[in-house]
């Protein structure tokens, strides 16, 4: 038996994060960890993800410029990307992140944990029989996240398809790749395959990132198809075989069938609390955790927190890190008698879950967005006015790439003046969006905007723009 002031569960970068905090506020924690300390993001998932997307986005990058475009004389070094992939996932070995456990203070429990009663924490190792019970003074977090979602396609789970996890860690790659989904694993996992010289059939059966702005899906299928990729909107696996020589059969509903060698499921995520011990608690088993801005979860009575993918407010490495600063420092204020700030914008309170959420998709072109698409703000209520622009008609982008496509939209409330939504498609805008991160979540005012001057010549004189679109 060991007591800790608190237990986080699951070493993803959710829970390191928040372990840390508790740990820098002067209360002990420990962490349980059943795979590899970095979770998800780190192994398969943030990281080699966008290590097999950059070379490709790099020699885009080359082959947009005269005088560069000169100089690229072949094409992707496969084999080069895949060991530049395997570095960036330190080849699934955990030891960096374990020394910085280390070096930070927080014991590392390896197993899996399970709570057995309320602030107690059974952590069976891997052989399946040593248990290990810790018990937590104050608090427990669950940061275990998410895994794949595999749906109940006829055949489908008999078949073995690969999931993120799989295609992410692939040491070869198949001559022919299917994939269930539109959203981002499926466009971005598209994207890098149809660069590595897979041929790539997407049935993307709801549309291509339709939760975006319609302009941003429309880029992207549009690019995609210039790749060579058979972008299949509308489309919709039936049934799943996998035959005898090795290769997948996707029948379609319609009755069609695609031959492929490999088959990826990308249709969303589901919560890793199977078997985390939630009825011993009054939970369900495997539903996502509800939580307040603090991440404190309902129904539990203020002794259990969960932050990360498994609550369901943003299913993001960042956002999930942003709570996790919110949870430990609450959970240090809470133990230590201290004032609790969980008003909106507080210290304590994860307000920028709901309105100012910035993500970049790393699909050629870059997709950036934040806060709310303009669907989603009049859904709120919120009076807005939309302004567009053509992101290649600045001076910026005709010099940054020959042939640049790109677009730009602001969402503004028009009763408050300020930026509630902005979407950015093009070729490295990735970078761009924390400007607009910034004018979100401050509420800059309109009118304080054009004061922020872009520099000339640059792709980010969209904002004035914009601006001159919006008037003053
Ligand atoms: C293919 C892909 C690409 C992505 N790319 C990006 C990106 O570019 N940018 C971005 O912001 N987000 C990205 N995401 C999302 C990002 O990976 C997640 O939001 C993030 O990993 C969530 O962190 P987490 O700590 O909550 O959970 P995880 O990273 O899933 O970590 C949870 C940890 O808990 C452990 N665990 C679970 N249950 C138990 C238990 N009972 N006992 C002990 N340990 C347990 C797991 O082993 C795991 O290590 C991507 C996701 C996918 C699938
Ligand atoms: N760059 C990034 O930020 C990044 C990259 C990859 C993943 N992620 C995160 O990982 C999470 C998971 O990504 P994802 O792509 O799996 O989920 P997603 O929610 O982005 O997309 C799932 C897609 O599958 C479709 N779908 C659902 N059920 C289906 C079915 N039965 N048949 C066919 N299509 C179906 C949905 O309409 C949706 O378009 C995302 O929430 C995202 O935040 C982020």
């Not at 992140?97 to 197993?111: D, K």
């Not at 939630?278 to 969960?306: F, H, K, Q, S």
């Not at 093009?426 to 009118?447: L, Q």
């Amino acid at each position: 038996m060991s007591d800790f002031d608190v237990i986080v569960i699951g070493a993803g970068p959710v829970g390191e994060n928040a372990a840390d905090r508790v740990v820098r506020g002067g209360l002990t924690v420990a962490i349980v960890e059943r795979e590899l300390v970095g979770g998800e993001c780190s192994y398969w998932a943030c990281m080699p993800t966008k290590a097999l997307l950059r070379s490709g986005a790099a020699l885009r990058a080359a082959r947009q410029v005269p005088g560069a475009r000169e100089a690229v004389t072949g094409d992707l070094d496969v084999a080069a990307v895949l060991r530049r992939r395997d570095a960036f996932a330190s080849n699934w070995n955990d030891e960096g992140q374990v020394s910085w456990l280390e070096s930070a203070g927080i014991p590392l429990y390896r197993g899996h944990g399970r709570i057995t009663a309320a602030r107690v924490v059974e952590v069976t190792g891997a052989d399946g029989t040593t248990t290990t019970t810790l018990t937590a003074r104050h608090a427990v977090i669950v940061a275990t996240g998410s895994g794949a979602l595999v749906p109940d396609i006829e055949g489908l789970r008999d078949a073995k398809p690969w999931t993120s996890r799989e295609t992410v860690a692939a040491k070869e790659v198949p001559a022919r790749l299917a994939i269930i989904g539109g959203g981002v694993v499926a466009s971005e996992m598209a994207t890098a395959f149809s660069r590595l010289g897979s041929s790539v059939t997407m049935l993307a059966r709801d549309g291509v990132l339709h939760l975006n702005e319609p302009f941003v899906g429309e880029h992207v299928a549009v690019s995609l198809r210039e790749k060579g990729v058979s972008v299949r909107i509308g489309a919709e696996a039936g049934s799943v075989k996998r035959n005898d020589d090795g290769t997948v059969s996707v029948i379609l509903t319609d009755g069609e069938q695609i031959e492929a060698d490999e088959l990826l499921v990308a249709i969303g995520r589901t919560p890793n609390t199977q078997d985390l011990g939630l009825e011993n608690i009054g939970l369900t088993p495997g539903a996502w955790l509800t939580v307040d801005d603090t991440m404190r979860v309902d129904g539990v009575d203020g002794w259990l927190y969960a932050a990360g993918d498994v609550n369901r407010r943003v299913l993001l490495t960042h956002q999930g890190k942003y709570q996790a600063r919110a949870v430990g420092d609450v959970i240090v204020a809470r133990a230590k008698g201290e004032p609790v700030d969980d008003a909106p914008w507080g210290r304590h309170a994860a307000t920028a879950d709901e309105c100012a959420v910035p993500q970049v998709v790393f699909t050629d072109p870059e997709i950036a967005s934040v806060g709310l698409t303009a669907a989603k703000a009049e859904a709120a209520g919120l009076r807005i006015r939309v302004v567009d622009y053509d992101l290649a008609a600045t001076a910026g982008s005709a010099l940054h790439a020959e042939g640049y496509r790109g677009h730009a939209r602001m969402v503004v409330d028009e009763d408050r003046k300020v930026i509630v939504g902005f979407t950015l498609v093009g070729p490295d805008v990735a970078e761009m969006i924390h400007a607009a991160t910034i004018a979100v979540a401050g509420e800059v005012p309109i009118d304080r905007l054009w004061h922020a001057v872009p520099a000339f010549p640059t792709v980010s004189e969209v904002w004035l723009r914009l601006l001159e679109a919006h008037g003053r």
